[in-house]
C-alpha cells in the first residue's frame, strides 16, 4: 500500500496490558476489529521482550495485509524493519524522526505524537506523514500523558499546520471512545480543516464484540455530527442583524406554546420549585429530575436538559454526567449553568469534569462563572454573586472566544447580557433591577432557555436570544404592574406575564416585542 492511500479514519492502537486486554488474544481482537472496519493499525507494546515483539507484529502483519491494512509499530524501529511492516509511530521521547526516516526509507509510513503546536510544526517540517494529536482526555492507558490538551488543543494544532502549508495527516487520541467521538471530532474541526480520523485504544481492545464495535465507531466517524448551529437565511447567508434575529423570536415561541417540550432540570432545591412554574410559564413541560438513571429514557421524549450546578457532590456530579452523556447521545440539547462555579476549588473542578464528558449546547453564567469556565482561575467568587471588573467589550470578547472554542453558544448574564456563538455577538439590555433581588432568576433562565432549544430552531442563537427576551421582557412589565411594591410582590406577576407574553404571542400579538432592546457588538 502506498502511504499516500493510507485511510486514518478508525486507527485502532493495540493494548497488551491485562487490565484492558485481559485475557484475549490480541491477534483475535485486531483481526476482528479490521474486519468491522478499523483502517490503520498501530501495535503498542512498552514492555514484552524484542522476540515476543516481534512475533506478534508478524502475525498482526498477516492479519493487516489480508486486509489491505497497514500495520505500523510503536516506538521500535527494529522490530518494523524484521517484520516488514508500513511503518512506525513514535513520541517525542523515543528516536528521532530524521533517523527513524533514514533507517526505512521514504517508503515508510512515519507518525509523531504531537501535544502542541511547536511540536506539531517540527514534525512536519521534519517529514512527519501524519501526527497523532493529543492527549485529549485523560485515560487509563496513557498515565504518563504530560498534557491534556482537550478538543481546543487540537484544533489549535490543526490551524496552525494549515497556516504553514503542511498536508500530514491527523488523528486525536486519547479518551476517545463511542460516547464522546462526534463531539471530540466536531469540537476540534476549525474552518479549514477537520481531523482525519480518530485513535481507538480501550474502546476496542476492551470491547466485547470488537467487530461490531469498530463498525460502530467508523459509523460515527462518517456521519455528520449531531452538534450543529446553523443560523442561515433560506439564500445560506449568516443572519448578523439584530432586526433579522428579532424576527424570528416570535417564531421560536409560538413553537414552544404549540409543542410543550420538555425541560429536565438538574438543579438544587431553592429553586426548583420556582424553575418549575416558569417553565410551564413559558409553555413547557417541566420535570425536575437529578438522579441521572433516568436520563436515557427522559432525552428519548425530544426536550432539553438543564445541568445547574447549584450544589455540587460527588453523588449529583456522577448524576449530572450520566444526563449530560444520554442527551449527548441522543442528540437533544443541552444547557449549563456552572452555579458559583469560581467559589471553591471543588466548583472548579467540577465544570472541568462537566466540560470534559459531554458537549455543552449553551454554557451560561455571570462574569465570574464565565472567567472561570474559560479557565481564568484566579478568579474568586463568594458565591452565586459575580465580581464586574470587564467593560462592554472585554465581556464580548471573552464570550465570543468560549463560543469559539466550545462551538456552542455562551451568554455572559448581568446588567448587560451578552450572547455569542464564536461568529455573531450580540448584547440584550432588557431586564430589571427585581431579577437581582430574587433568588433563583438567573437558573430559570437556563430554564427557559431549555424550552427554546428544545424545539430544535435552525438558528439555535435566535432560540436562545428568545428566551432571553422572553424572561427579560416580562421582567419589566412585571416591575411596573401597580400591584408589585418590591421583590416579594415581583415574583407571581412576573409568572404571570411570562404566561401572557406566550399567550400573546400564540395569538400573534407582538406589542411586547417592541421593548427589545438587541444589538451587535
Excluded at 480501550?202 to 452538534?227: I, N, T, W, Y
Aim: proline content about 3%.
Amino acid at each position: 500500500m502506498k502511504k499516500e492511500d493510507v485511510n486514518y479514519s478508525l486507527y485502532l492502537v493495540t493494548d497488551s496490558t491485562p487490565a484492558i486486554l485481559g485475557d484475549k488474544n490480541i491477534c483475535h481482537v485486531v483481526e476482528a476489529a479490521v474486519k468491522g472496519g478499523v483502517t490503520c493499525v498501530q501495535y503498542r507494546d512498552k514492555t514484552s521482550d524484542t522476540a515476543v515483539l516481534v512475533d506478534i507484529a508478524r502475525q498482526l502483519h498477516e492479519i493487516t495485509k489480508r486486509h489491505n491494512v497497514p500495520l505500523l509499530i510503536n516506538d521500535r524501529i527494529d522490530v518494523a524493519l524484521a517484520v516488514g511492516c508500513e511503518g512506525v509511530h513514535i513520541g517525542q521521547d523515543d528516536m528521532e524522526l530524521s533517523l527513524a526516516r533514514k533507517l526505512l526509507g521514504p517508503d515508510a509510513i512515519i507518525g509523531v505524537t504531537v501535544s502542541s503546536v511547536d511540536q506539531a510544526l517540527e514534525a512536519c517540517n521534519n517529514g512527519a506523514d501524519y501526527l497523532g494529536i493529543g492527549t485529549v482526555y485523560a485515560t487509563p492507558t496513557k498515565t504518563n500523558a504530560k498534557s491534556i490538551i482537550g478538543t481546543a488543543g487540537v484544533r489549535e494544532i490543526l490551524e496552525a499546520i494549515t497556516a504553514g502549508g503542511h498536508d500530514a495527516q491527523t488523528v486525536c487520541i486519547g479518551g476517545v471512545n463511542g460516547s464522546n467521538l462526534e463531539r471530540v471530532m466536531f469540537q476540534s474541526s476549525s474552518p479549514l480543516r477537520n481531523l482525519n480520523g480518530v485513535a481507538i485504544v480501550s474502546a476496542l481492545m476492551a470491547a466485547p464484540d470488537p467487530e461490531g464495535e469498530a463498525r460502530r465507531l467508523l459509523s460515527l466517524v462518517r456521519a455528520a455530527p449531531l452538534f450543529r448551529q446553523d443560523g442561515e437565511d433560506r439564500a445560506g447567508q449568516k443572519l448578523v442583524e439584530a432586526h433579522d434575529i428579532i424576527a424570528l423570536v416570535p417564531a421560536v415561541i409560538k413553537a414552544v406554546h404549540d409543542a410543550t417540550p420538555l425541560s429536565h432540570n438538574m438543579t438544587n432545591l431553592v429553586v426548583q420549585n420556582f424553575a418549575a412554574n416558569v417553565a410551564l410559564a413559558v409553555g413547557a413541560s417541566p420535570i425536575m429530575a437529578n438522579y441521572g438513571e433516568e436520563a436515557p429514557d427522559l432525552a428519548r421524549l425530544g426536550g432539553a436538559l438543564v445541568i445547574n450546578m447549584g450544589t455540587v457532590t460527588e453523588q449529583g456530579l456522577e448524576n449530572y454526567l450520566k444526563a449530560l452523556r444520554a442527551y449527548n447521545q441522543a442528540g437533544r440539547p443541552v444547557i449549563f449553568d456552572p452555579v458559583g462555579a469560581g467559589a471553591t476549588s471543588i466548583r472548579r473542578a467540577a465544570v472541568k469534569t462537566i466540560m470534559a464528558n459531554g458537549y455543552l449546547d449553551v454554557i451560561k453564567g455571570n462574569e465570574g462563572e464565565i472567567k472561570t469556565v474559560f479557565g481564568q482561575n484566579n478568579v474568586q467568587q463568594r458565591g452565586v454573586d459575580s465580581s464586574c471588573t470587564l467593560d462592554t467589550s472585554q465581556k464580548a470578547e471573552l464570550v465570543r472566544k468560549l463560543a469559539t472554542r466550545e462551538k456552542n453558544i455562551v451568554i455572559m448574564t448581568g446588567k448587560t447580557d451578552i450572547v455569542s456563538d464564536g461568529e455573531r455577538v450580540f448584547r440584550i439590555d432588557n431586564g430589571h433591577e427585581y431579577l437581582g433581588m430574587v433568588t433563583g432568576t438567573g437558573c430559570v433562565l437556563g430554564t427557559t432557555v431549555s424550552a427554546m432549544m428544545a424545539i430544535a430552531p435552525t438558528d439555535k442563537l435566535a432560540a436562545v436570544i428568545a428566551g432571553i427576551l422572553h424572561l427579560e421582557i416580562a421582567a419589566e412589565v412585571a416591575a411596573v404592574r401597580a400591584d408589585v411594591q418590591g421583590p416579594g410582590t415581583f415574583v407571581p406577576a412576573f409568572i404571570d406575564e411570562l404566561l401572557r407574553i406566550r399567550k400573546a404571542t400564540a395569538d400573534r400579538d407582538l406589542s411586547w416585542l417592541q421593548r427589545a432592546k438587541v444589538s451587535r457588538v
